[in-house]
């Protein structure tokens, strides 16, 4: 049975760090490319980075500078670094895995395999 699940939101105020991680299980997890998405209430699902089975990284310009990602392969976990965090970040945010590789490409959401349940991240101003 595949699972990722996301762990590490919360609130924090405007300017402050929080860091997710997506533990994944039941696939071979080193044959996908892992993403982060975030939706916020009324809005569409957003891409915001992925990194790649060959490692490389690709960011959203939303989060570029700010937010790092990173894979663990032994660990099979996906981690974000969130910093410089604003109160436009605010969303429920989502870790998903696409067979094959991205490319450098923020593919859309339905590309995408497996997904976890998402963890919430409020930012006040």
């Known amino acids: 049975q595949v699972q990722l699940v996301e762990s590490g939101g919360g609130s924090v105020q405007a300017g402050g760090s929080l860091r997710l991680s997506c533990t994944v299980s039941g696939y071979t997890y080193d044959r996908y490319c892992m993403g982060w998405f975030r939706q916020a209430p009324g809005k569409q699902r957003e891409g915001i980075t992925t990194v790649d089975r060959d490692g490389v990284i690709t960011y959203a310009d939303s989060v570029k500078g700010r937010f790092t990602i990173s894979r663990d392969n032994a660990k099979n976990t996906l981690y974000l670094q969130m910093n410089s965090l604003i109160p436009e970040d605010t969303a429920m945010y989502y870790c998903?895995?696409?067979?094959?590789?991205?490319?450098?490409?923020?593919?859309?959401?339905?590309?995408?395999?497996?997904w976890g349940r998402g963890t919430q991240v409020t930012v006040s101003s």
């Open positions: 998903a895995a696409r067979l094959g590789y991205c490319s450098g490409v923020l593919h859309p959401s339905w590309e995408y395999n497996y």
